[in-house]
């Protein structure tokens, strides 16, 4: 049957090909049971091509029922959030020698793209405080499964304990990567007295690495990171920290209170939130030969020539299955995230240091005055669902009246994107929703949001 969809579907084109090969159709599907094969045409597309004219009419028609949230901005929280992305970026992204320059394979024959990964490695060591980041994984879930497989490879041991609420997305990619080779992981939570408690029963002697996130998949900022680290160096375990990197322009780097591997999402540097498609995954470690050699991903490093006379950057280290050896690869990772990690590296050198700072201090102060609010004008409607004292860009709260997906449906018919409901995702945290806030989000924005949810709530 001819289907415009289908090449060589044409019946003289099939028929042609048929009598070349000397076989029947029916010849080349035997293998197909009966009771599955589709004996009518098939009911996709439109039922003939569409002109580019047609296409854009029915793209546009579609597109239309898209509400758009711009003042306000979303309040959507969940760890992915929205934020500015300054024109300088996208300009230099759309670039055609930057656009089309695909992930080097024969890197050595590409020295701008290779500058600009080293350039993006260099940064992103020097804001976690590590001493080698990589040139870049594909999200922050895919490098928070490495950073674990890491772990278990290393230590030689198949625990990681995890916070008693941990992202629960990244949870799900985790525990695909490492459940198949025998992995697990365990909770634990920090008590009042800052000491680690174990929630699951496991031996200690399982585990080989503990990992934090901070800020918390609730925006909790951890005040006291270094007793985790501590607790680590004690029991010879490996310490894992994920840290939003806009936070780092005002808490200490990871890698000043003894993390081995740092891991991030690059998606707020300038990478943007590309309808959940591509992203930035960040994955650094302390100098450790042993570390090193079991870093997944590629590593690009700065060399001169052997009389000195020039300078050159080549690719120094590569895990891919494809090359020889595969049996023994420690990842399966075949590529990275080359244009995200150039957009991230000209971010952070279009705002600077100074402008990293600042930029982190602004959403912290848009963060306490949501909180400040939500306290003092939701009282008898909600309350904050954490016993934080400090949160860094998102808020958990509870709602105490009505159900929170009938106040977030009120809210769009005002033109509010609300927060991230997450009382089907985490046990026992009840009507709860994340709310975002960062610097695109001004004083009369959160203002609004109060001011509709005192009314709906």
Known sequence: MYHPWIPNSDPEIKKSMLEYIGKSFEDLVSDIPEEVRLRRPLKVGFGRPLSENEIEILIDKILS????????????????????????VR????????????????AEINQGLMQALFEYQSMLAEL??????????????TAVAEAFRMAMRVSKRRGVLVPRIMNPFIENVVRTWIEPVGGFIIRYEITESNSIRIIDSVSEKEVGGIYLENPSFLGEVIEKPEII???????????????????LGILKPPGEYGADIIVGNGASLGVGLNYGGPSLGILGIRMDQELLRQL?????GFTREADGSG????????????????ERATSNITTNSALEAFAAAVYL????????????????????????????????????????????????????RRDYREISRELIERGIHGGFYIGDLISG?????????????????????IRSLREVA
């Open 349 to 400: 050198s279009y705002i600077g240091d100074k402008g990293l700072r600042r930029l982190g201090e602004s959403i912290l102060r848009r963060t306490a005055y949501l909180r400040e609010r939500i306290e003092s004008d939701l009282r008898d409607r909600a309350e904050i669902a954490s016993k934080a004292r400090l949160f860094f860009r998102e808020i958990p709260v509870r709602f105490l």
């Open 65 to 88: 029922k898209n509400k758009v949230f711009i003042d306000p901005p979303s309040f959507l929280g969940g760890g992915v959030c929205m934020h500015a992305i300054p024109y300088v």
């Open 128 to 141: 976690y405080g590590v001493d080698i980041v990589n040139a870049s994984m594909y999200d922050v879930s």
């Open 311 to 326: 300078k050159g950057f080549a690719m120094i280290l590569q895990t891919r299955e494809q090359h020889i050896r595969r």
């Open 429 to 449: 945290i009840g009507n709860t929703a994340l709310f975002c806030v960062t610097e695109i989000h001004s004083r009369d924005h959160i203002d609004l949001l």
């Open 91 to 106: 300009y230099l992204l759309l670039r055609g020698e930057i656009y089309t320059a695909y992930t080097p394979y024969q």
């Open 229 to 247: 680290g501590e607790y680590a160096r004690d029991k010879k375990m490996l310490f894992i920290v994920n840290a939003e990197p806009l936070s």
């Open 296 to 300: 997944p991903g590629r590593l690009i």
